[in-house]
DNA sequence: TGTATATTTTAATAATTGTTCATATATCTA
DNA sequence: TAGATATATGAACAATTATTAAAATATACA
């Protein structure tokens, strides 16, 4: 509960407790530019459901198409594209083109790596 | 679309294209068990929210308390406590308590690293 | 024991996000 | 160039999730 103070209508109302000012003015100083928060938030995000993280780990193993990957996830080729969409605007995969078929890839090692350090933490 | 055949009642109906049999009976084959896929899910979401990559890169610099964090963030502690809980529910970070106050830290290095990984990957 | 502080919890609303459906684009082949 | 295949896109709906508000614990202190 916030504290109350005896007050009248011109009194500034603060109801934010300052337990440890310098632990929080150290996170002030030290707090991660909005940019690059921004965009680990996206990426964890973009990772952070069931749907995409299957297909990143599918093409951990090689390349795909949308509709192989459709297959694979029992899901509409439209629900795989929008997907790979949100995924390729995050630099997370890349896609090459042969004919008709377009051929989804994991854009780089780094991605490969991030997978692959985020199931070593789960299966310990 | 989907390619369409002829038909008659009985005919079991089969929208699925498969262009690449075995890249995705590999797929499937090399899946993550349901589990793993579920907690990894689970840590991305996690982090994948602005208020709580704050909150973990905040306590990857020291101990605070949930009221601290609240200043920080300009957020109400009720809302804090909230992703406390969350990440608490999955090992990303622990408390312990002093008095009334419960002082949050992430729960081992092992999360630094995750954290630390993440950002290296955002900073190239 | 009673009151104040620090935090948690529950329920409800508000905001965000995934999937579907319909349509559009791009490439190949006849 | 027409029709088929492969994928993308936009809009709408359904499902999920964050935040708020109010009430509930849990500890300290007088």
Redo the contacts with the bound molecule.
Sequence with gaps: ????FTENENTERCFI?R?HRDRIETAEKNALPKRDLNRLVRIY??L?????LKIAFALAEGEM????L?AYLK????????????L?DLNLVK?R????????ALDDDHVFDFLRIGLEHVRE
């Design positions: 509960m916030p504290r109350t407790r337990i995000k973009a952070g459901d069931g749907t995409r198409c949308v509709c192989d459709a899901l509409s080729e439209s629900a795989v594209s929008h997907q790979l969409r949100l390729r896609n083109r042969d004919g008709q078929i377009l051929y989804y």
